[in-house]
């Protein structure tokens, strides 16, 4: 089962929108998309997820196309306390298959 | 705000050696899961329990087994540790599938 799909590295400026996309060509049609982060030395920390529509909550937004193939997390205004490893998941029946994640560095 | 605790933070093991890894939630969820993450690795599931009185394999559930002791409590033991399970484990929570996890700080263990 192949896991997602994301760059190894991406750099914003602070207070700019960041979009952070991911690809799941392989995602099967009960497989949630879930969002994690996480900071140096802690556990991981939950963003959003979605199934098929796109979701908005305080942290972000999560678009989710229409094929399911791909998403993208938008934080609206990075700050810096968003850097960090940001994991694109899709899981289903309580197993979450974590690839490598997106570093993201935020410059002030 | 306790949320999700794990003992030990750091451990360190001889080979052969065995150990328990105890997690603690106070948020009544049903679901817990232990993971383990290796230097610049993504997280993998080593066991989840979906519910009180129930366990699955996950992921890579050799060389461990779990213990959901109650509602709030489920562990992990190394029954004979290896230097390949040298890891950070994490344990985290939910009320059910698909919900958000919550995670503990996670255990730093490493095998000699």
């Known amino acids: 089962d192949a896991k997602t799909t994301q760059p190894n590295s991406m750099e914003s400026n602070e207070e700019e929108p960041v979009h952070l996309p991911c690809n799941h060509s392989?995602?099967?049609?009960?497989?949630?998309i879930h969002w994690y982060r996480q900071l140096p030395s802690q556990g991981p920390e939950y963003v959003i997820h979605?199934?098929?529509s796109n979701v908005n909550n305080r942290m972000a937004s999560l678009a989710i196309a229409e094929d399911r193939k791909s998403s993208t997390l938008i934080l609206h205004r990075a700050t810096l306390r968003d850097a960090a490893v940001y994991y694109c998941?899709?899981?289903?029946?309580?197993?979450?298959?974590f690839g490598k994640g997106t570093l993201l560095t935020v410059n002030p | 705000n306790a949320g999700v605790t794990q003992t030990p933070k750091f451990q360190v093991l001889k080979t052969g050696q065995s150990m328990t890894l105890q997690c603690a939630q106070d948020?009544?969820?049903?679901?817990m899961y232990w993971y383990r993450q290796d230097p610049g690795m993504g997280l993998r599931l080593i066991y989840y329990?979906?519910?009180?009185?129930?366990?699955d394999k996950g992921e890579v559930p050799n060389g461990y087994n779990v213990s959901r002791l109650n509602k709030r409590e489920f562990s992990l033991r190394l029954e004979s540790a290896a230097p390949s399970q040298t890891s950070v484990y994490f344990c985290?929570?939910?009320?059910?599938?698909?919900?958000?996890?919550?995670f503990g700080d996670g255990t730093r263990l490493s095998i000699l």
């Open positions: 998941i899709k899981g289903s029946n309580y197993k979450l298959t």
């Open positions: 985290a929570s939910n009320f059910y599938s698909n919900q958000p996890q919550h």
């Open positions: 979605g199934l098929t």
């Open positions: 392989t995602i099967s049609g009960t497989d949630y």
């Open positions: 329990s979906a519910s009180e009185g129930t366990t």
């Open positions: 948020m009544n969820h049903n679901s």
